[in-house]
């Protein structure tokens, strides 16, 4: 029986009641997540996991940048290797074009750049007045890794995996916004979340499956689209994000690195339009696809009703994805306001209803907030720009059609 087509509700669920077992005593209890809102401390735990695993460690990479932190992510597993620990990489190759645009312009894993790459990397270089050179550099841990018999590294294949997520042991996980790199750990404002306890990971094992439906009744489930599992351009987590925000009543915090989706954009403006207090923190300038945003903010800032929103622009790239509704139910993850991540890209996001936690989730905002400048008047921004990168994502999403229609009819 399909579990992706349950109707979606424009009201937000009740706080949760912990199941009980026979004996009264809460069964498989819920245990607050720790979110990260810095870089550095976020990485101290993913080591201080990498370190601990005795068996298995997983991990979903979307970018793996070959600098100081991706090499040393890269040799901590490679010492869990040799201690017998199995270790399995899902690193997706279309992440590579903004590797060689950004940071160090290396990749751990992509050496060779192949055409279709080196012309969205000049695209992207142009736009952004980047240069330098795309000569890649061998990589001693990406060979070690790649050759090590306890290690599986599958990176030669465009999975449209946007996804950043840890498994350790089939015990804990850390999931968030946060790809491995210099930029991620030291500067860019970003969030992880750690998740401790057998039953969540086999939660999360289950949604990507669509063994279970979501279920916002539950005080922790996860918010998920699958190519594999749902298909191209069908994405449940849409509907169910929409719906939270649809549901908002009194406020909306929300942290998004790349905006430009209308259905996500119109939703905003509704809930400011019927009173609902939105705070949205976002990048000055960022990295890339910057003239959407800022587009994105000026309609926004235009049809907005009411002072009852503020937009605030980070001087730092602002890379987190987190919406914060009523100051109770949580949405955190990899998914932006984009439609590269609903529908195209295969995302993770996790969803908590739980005032605790979403009081944790909206200081970490108002913290990045207090660094950051409020918008008092529309952007400007460049019309060929903005156009570029419209028809940057159009052509993004029409190569992950046909991708997806190769993989369908491949033998």
């Known amino acids: 029986?399909?579990?992706?087509?349950?109707?979606?509700?424009?009201?937000?669920?009740?706080?949760?009641?912990?199941?009980?077992?026979?004996?009264?005593?809460?069964?498989?209890?819920?245990?607050?997540?720790?979110?990260?809102?810095?870089?550095?401390e976020a990485y101290t735990r993913i080591f201080?996991?990498?370190?601990?695993?005795?068996?298995?460690?997983?991990?979903?990479?979307?970018?793996?940048?070959?600098?100081d932190t991706g090499r040393a992510v890269a040799r901590a597993l490679l010492a869990a290797a040799e201690r017998g620990v199995k270790v399995s990489v899902y690193k997706d190759r279309v992440a590579a074009s903004y590797e060689y645009h950004g940071g160090t312009r290396q990749s751990l894993f992509h050496k060779r750049i192949g055409?279709?790459?080196?012309?969205?990397?000049?695209?992207?270089?142009?736009?952004?007045?980047?240069?330098?050179?795309?000569?890649?550099?061998?990589?001693?841990?990406?060979?070690?890794?790649?050759?090590?018999?306890?290690?599986?590294?599958?990176?030669?294949?465009k999975r449209f995996d946007h996804a950043k997520v840890w498994v350790f042991d089939d015990q804990a996980l850390m999931l968030g916004g946060m790809g491995i790199g210099d930029d991620h750990r030291h500067r860019w404002v970003d969030f992880m979340v750690e998740l401790q306890g057998a039953p969540v990971v086999q939660r999360l094992r289950q949604r990507l499956a669509a063994q279970a439906a979501f279920d916002p009744a539950r005080p922790l489930d996860f918010l998920a689209h699958s190519r594999g599992t749902h298909g191209l351009h069908h994405c449940p987590?849409?509907?169910?994000?929409?719906?939270?925000?649809?549901?908002?009543?009194?406020?909306?915090?929300?942290?998004?690195?790349?905006?430009?989706?209308?259905?996500?954009?119109?939703?905003l403006l509704a809930a400011v339009n019927r009173g609902v207090s939105v705070s949205l923190i976002t990048s000055a300038r960022a990295d890339v696809m910057g003239h959407i945003n800022r587009a994105t903010c000026n309609k926004l800032f235009a049809h907005a009703q009411s002072d009852r929103l503020q937009i605030f622009v980070h001087p730092q790239m602002v890379h987190a994805k987190a919406i914060v509704i009523d100051e109770r139910i949580c949405d955190i993850g990899s998914a932006n306001f984009t439609p590269l991540s609903h529908g195209v890209y295969d995302e993770v996001?996790?969803?908590?209803?739980?005032?605790?936690?979403?009081?944790?989730?909206?200081?970490?905002?108002?913290?990045?907030?207090?660094?950051?400048?409020?918008?008092?008047?529309?952007?400007?921004?460049?019309?060929?720009?903005?156009?570029?990168?419209?028809?940057?994502v159009a052509y993004m999403s029409r190569r992950a059609a046909k991708r997806h229609r190769q993989t369908l009819l491949a033998p």
């Open 349 to 392: 996001n996790l969803y908590v209803n739980d005032p605790a936690f979403a009081q944790d989730l909206v200081q970490a905002m108002q913290l990045r907030a207090a660094e950051a400048t409020r918008l008092s008047r529309r952007f400007t921004t460049a019309k060929a720009a903005l156009l570029l990168e419209r028809a940057v």
């Open 115 to 157: 055409f279709d790459q080196r012309l969205q990397t000049w695209v992207l270089d142009r736009a952004y007045s980047v240069r330098g050179s795309l000569a890649q550099r061998p990589s001693v841990e990406a060979i070690a890794l790649l050759s090590h018999p306890n290690v599986q590294v599958e990176h030669a294949r």
């Open 237 to 267: 987590m849409l509907e169910q994000r929409l719906a939270l925000i649809n549901a908002a009543t009194s406020s909306l915090h929300i942290a998004m690195a790349y905006l430009g989706d209308a259905r996500f954009t119109e939703a």
């Open 1 to 40: 029986m399909s579990t992706q087509h349950q109707p979606v509700s424009n009201s937000l669920p009740s706080e949760p009641t912990p199941p009980l077992d026979a004996a009264g005593h809460a069964a498989n209890a819920y245990r607050k997540p720790t979110i990260y809102a810095d870089g550095t």
């Open 48 to 67: 201080a996991h990498i370190a601990a695993a005795q068996h298995t460690i997983e991990v979903r990479a979307f970018v793996w940048r070959d600098d």
